[in-house]
């Protein structure tokens, strides 16, 4: 059972342009959902994240956005660079039940073309 | 941000051997730490959260005996896979509960990849 998808494996993108990465969730107790970032045999490093409370979250160029009634989030990097290449995860967790353990889809691979 | 730091990075052993790994929150204090593994072209997958001075919880289906976790400080969390076996072979990855203002963030460790001969 998969609670939390990532129906894109992968995605190329032209360096400049927008990197739109989606996820949605089918737990309607997960309240604070996470993005990070991971490359070939590293651990994932936590890029932004946001609560229930919230529609909208921004970081410099990244963007997280939330439609709790759609259950669905996605991340936005504009504008992309050779670097954002890695794989991205969405994550939720439910803390205020207490439980801190994040939930990941399984991964966008995004390709950024110079 | 926070740093985690997560030894060996790549271990490689005989079957039914023990392998120990060590997790560490570098400049702050985690009271709670996560174990993961993911294979090939998959998600991660929660085994256990460690809890500073008490048991692990372990996930259903993760033997806690083959997989023992010990939170011996506010700084340090080990898994040991004891007996190991080929179907072991694994990339494991910890992470720390630390915080980012108001928010509390899992900061995670570069990982190791365990394989078993």
């Known amino acids: 059972d998969q609670q939390v998808k990532q129906n894109s494996p992968s995605l190329s993108v032209q360096e400049g342009r927008i990197s739109i990465l989606n996820c949605d969730y089918t737990?309607?107790?997960?309240?604070?959902f996470l993005w990070y970032k991971k490359y070939p045999a590293e651990g994932p490093t936590f890029l932004i994240s946001?609560?229930?409370?919230?529609d909208k979250n921004e970081d410099g160029r990244f963007t997280v956005f939330l439609n709790k009634s759609a259950k669905h989030l996605s991340l936005h990097i504009v504008p992309s660079q050779p670097g954002d290449s890695a794989v991205y995860f969405c994550?939720?967790?439910?803390?205020?039940?207490?439980?801190?353990?994040?939930?990941f889809g399984t991964g966008t691979r995004l390709t950024i073309i110079p | 941000g926070a740093v985690v730091s997560q030894h060996p990075s790549w271990v490689i052993c005989k079957s039914g051997t023990s392998v120990k790994i060590e997790c560490r929150s570098l400049?702050?204090?985690?009271?709670?730490m996560f174990w993961y593994r993911q294979f090939p072209k998959q998600s991660l997958m929660l085994m256990a959260t460690?809890?500073?001075?008490?048991?692990?919880?372990?996930e259903q289906g993760v033997e806690k005996d083959k997989f023992l976790i010990n939170h011996a400080s506010l700084t340090l969390s080990t898994l040991t896979v004891t007996s190991a076996h080929p179907e072991d072979s694994s990339f494991y990855i910890c992470?720390?509960?630390?915080?980012?203002?108001?928010?509390?963030?899992?900061?995670f460790g570069a990982g190791t990849r365990l394989s078993v001969l």
């Open positions: 992470s720390a509960r630390g915080t980012s203002g108001s928010l509390n963030i899992q900061y």
């Open positions: 946001i609560s229930s409370i919230k």
């Open positions: 737990n309607s107790m997960f309240d604070y």
């Open positions: 400049d702050f204090q985690a009271t709670t």
């Open positions: 460690s809890n500073e001075g008490s048991k692990a919880t372990y």
């Open positions: 994550a939720a967790s439910a803390p205020w039940l207490g439980n801190e353990k994040l939930t």
